[in-house]
């Protein structure tokens, strides 16, 4: 029996496999685990056991309300909450939950972005139970994870397309473990995504509308100090933020969500958090609730988290790393292993892999492509915006030896030259560190590090999970062709064949120095430096042919889900262009009149009595200089962002906001930024970054 506090309520509002073992009747148990484990469909008079069972542990631990929690493409979760109250009649009420309420709702899906695709087919949307992913308790509300889809059956959601991609993987995964001999029961993704977050104070943030509005700081200049001294990077967590992060700690853990480490960031202000991996869907819930509970935590302590990708300029912005595996019946499938035997199912693994990654970068890419993330990948302290695959000192020389080894085949099957030693042990170790590769072996999984801090990361993994499943279909596929050659001299070909072809993607050096940038180009790379650049590759022939070939997601999904990110690219930047106006007429404006007024008081005054202020003088025309300018700038950015509204077609109203209005906000920011430089600080009516970043 646990005895410690974290054991004990470790995962206490979640109906867990030992609470519905403990709750069903045996057969009930046994067929949802079926539906669970092998992904069965469930029937009726099973879900209504369920839906029992769920609603008195929900009413013991003191829930009133159901939810169906889902995530529409706005890729932050949703929820209706409804009450398990059923009036009797005679003035008194009942608690009911039916199975049927458990595994369908219909919430009215018109005010969610669809991407078009309700006004072509039917405005209703339906929430299907995920029996993959655990309810929970949230606020008194019993939480369901949900599908969400239309009437149709279209995906309206992050989660449907990642389910059928881990479908598609499975799928593939087996065939080719088959052809090892393998039988796995289940063959999974593993998905742990580290998250980082600023936490400033409450009543900064509140005071700056570009961050209540933005989640991000659209004006302040630079600071007298940044990051360049390199003390908060795993420095000592201060008071304020550690009772904090403690709480977030003990309530996620509540919900089962195995977060193990905390630490501060490079960038003043700058955290991060992160579990020990989990399923993939599972991990993609998981970590949607602990961007929910850190943002409603600090609240409680005088904090405001920030999640957005770049909340300030000058320092670090924040990603999420996504770390990817797969993992058949617990034996993680990149895991190199000391035998030559699982060497090559390790290298078809890391082939298809990086096959994987090669031809579909534009849409990898285009899969952590927003406005926010703009803003750092590209700069330099993000992965740069060209895919490359880093594989590190152990395994680049192994790839590099099969590659030019042209004679290795045999077809003798006991006497098979795999040309690869075993792969040492140390690996695991030994292959990480290189900080500036966008995707990165680490020694037993691969780390994607594009991803942005707000952002689902359901999207970067159903490519991910669909571009490895076509790989691994087609070595099954070459594999088949080969009927009369020991299998191993064909897998060995295939992983040489497919490094050969692929090498141009793997990159172990500086992703940050601009010889890349050339380099890359020269190897024929894209490089796909905005969001405006990328989306469309969502929409490529070959994109769309592989999610229909593995049934993910069906052209007239994947064109709405593109249409839905280029609109929400464009929404978002009109609505910082619409902050900045607002910012600049109604508090810049007025506190420089304000500044500039004072100061020409006091030169008049002096005046009077003979004294003549140059400095004064100098300063009070600097900033009525200033004040016209950025009445120009501000005038500019209405015009041009009145312009870009206007536009129909999305892909080309995304390249006007990129190419015509972000110039003009830049300039606005920068004529705006001069003047807080020399305003005093009592007449500038936002918190400076000065203040925000370093508060004690
Ligand atoms: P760091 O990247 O900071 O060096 P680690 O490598 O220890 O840290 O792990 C980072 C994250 O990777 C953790 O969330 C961890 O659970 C996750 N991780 C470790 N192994 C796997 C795996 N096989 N599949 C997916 N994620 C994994
Ligand atoms: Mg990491």
Not at 301 to 323: I, M, Q, R, T
Not at 358 to 372: I, K, N, Q, W, Y
Not at 501 to 527: S, V
């Amino acid at each position: 029996m646990a005895t410690d506090k974290v054991s004990e309520e470790y995962g206490s509002l979640v109906f867990t496999d030992a609470e519905m073992q403990d709750r069903l009747p045996k057969p009930t148990y046994k067929e949802l685990r079926q539906t669970i484990d092998e992904g069965k469909p469930i029937n009726l008079k099973i879900a209504n056991e369920v839906a029992h069972a769920m609603k008195d542990w929900a009413l013991e631990r003191g829930a009133t309300h159901f939810t169906h929690w889902f995530q529409p493409l706005t890729g932050i979760t949703s929820e209706k909450h409804d009450g398990f109250i059923t009036p009797k009649g005679d003035g008194t009420v009942l608690m009911t939950f039916s199975g049927k309420e458990l595994v369908q709702g219909e919430p009215d899906a018109s005010s969610f972005p669809s991407g078009g695709l309700r006004a072509t087919f039917e405005a209703r949307g339906y929430t299907v139970w995920d029996p993959m992913s655990p309810v929970f308790i949230k606020d008194e509300v019993l939480c369901i994870p949900t599908a969400f889809i239309s009437y149709t059956g279209e995906a309206l959601d992050k989660k449907t397309p990642l389910l059928r991609s881990e479908v598609a993987i499975e799928k593939q995964a087996k065939r080719a473990l088959a052809l090892f001999g393998k039988r796995p029961r289940r063959v999974v993704t593993t998905c742990g995504p580290e998250q980082e977050y600023f936490l400033i104070k409450e009543e900064d943030f509140e005071a700056r509308p570009d961050l209540v509005l933005c989640g991000r700081t659209l004006f302040g200049c630079e600071p007298a100090k940044g990051q360049e001294l390199e003390e908060h990077y795993f420095g000592a967590i201060r008071p304020t933020v550690n009772a904090f992060m403690k709480e977030v700690d003990d309530e996620l853990w509540k919900l089962g969500v195995p977060v193990r480490t905390k630490h501060n960031e490079v960038a003043p202000c700058q955290h991060e958090i992160a579990p020990i991996f989990e399923e993939g869907s599972l991990a993609i819930d998981d970590n949607l609730l602990t961007m929910e509970k850190l943002k409603l935590l600090a609240t409680r302590h005088g904090l405001a988290c920030l999640e957005h990708e770049k909340p300030f300029k000058y320092v670090n912005g924040s990603g999420k790393h996504d770390n990817w595996s797969l993992c058949a019946d617990g034996e993680n499938l990149l895991e190199p292993g000391d035998d030559p035997e699982d060497n090559l199912q390790f290298l078809v693994f890391l082939a298809c892999l990086i096959s994987a990654v090669d031809e579909h970068a534009g849409l990898l890419r285009a899969s952590v492509a927003s406005a926010g993330n703009d803003h750092r990948l590209g700069a330099n302290e993000a992965p740069p915006a060209i895919i490359s695959v880093f594989l590190g000192d152990a395994l680049s020389p192994v790839v590099d030896a099969l590659i030019k080894k042209e004679h290795a085949e045999s077809h003798d099957r006991e006497q098979i030259d795999l040309g690869v030693p075993a792969l040492p042990d140390v690996l695991r170790d030994n292959t990480d560190r290189n900080r500036t590769s966008p995707f990165a072996f680490t020694g037993n999984k691969f780390e994607f590090r594009m991803c942005g801090s707000q952002q689902n990361l359901s999207d970067p993994n159903v490519v991910l999970n669909t571009a490895v499943a076509e790989q691994l279909d087609r070595f099954c596929a070459y594999v088949s062709k080969c009927p009369d050659e020991p299998f191993r001299a064909t897998a060995l070909r295939f992983v040489r064949h497919s490094f050969r072809d692929h090498q141009r993607i793997i990159f172990d050096g500086n992703g940050y120095a601009g010889e890349w940038e050339q380099e890359a180009a020269r190897r024929g790379l894209p490089n796909l430096k905005s969001t405006a650049d990328a989306l469309p590759c969502i929409i490529e022939p070959k994109n769309i042919a592989m999610f229909e070939r593995y049934d993910v997601l069906s052209e007239n999904e994947i064109r709405a889900r593109y249409a839905a990110a280029s609109e929400q690219y464009a929404k978002l930047l009109n609505i910082e262009a619409n902050t900045m106006s607002y910012m600049v007429r109604h508090l810049y404006l007025p506190a420089l009149i304000d500044y500039s007024g004072n100061l020409a008081t006091s030169i008049a005054t002096k005046r009077e009595i003979g004294v003549v202020g140059r400095a004064e003088l100098a300063l009070a025309q600097q900033i009525t200089d200033g004040i016209d300018k950025i009445c120009e700038n501000v005038g500019r950015l209405e015009s041009k962002n009145a312009e870009a509204r206007r536009v129909k077609d999305c892909g080309e109203q995304d390249r006007l906001y990129h190419d015509e209005v972000i110039p003009v906000m830049d300039a606005l920011r920068e004529v705006v930024d001069g003047m807080e430089r020399i305003c005093g600080r009592d007449f500038w009516p936002v918190p400076s970054y000065n203040k925000m970043l370093f508060w004690v």
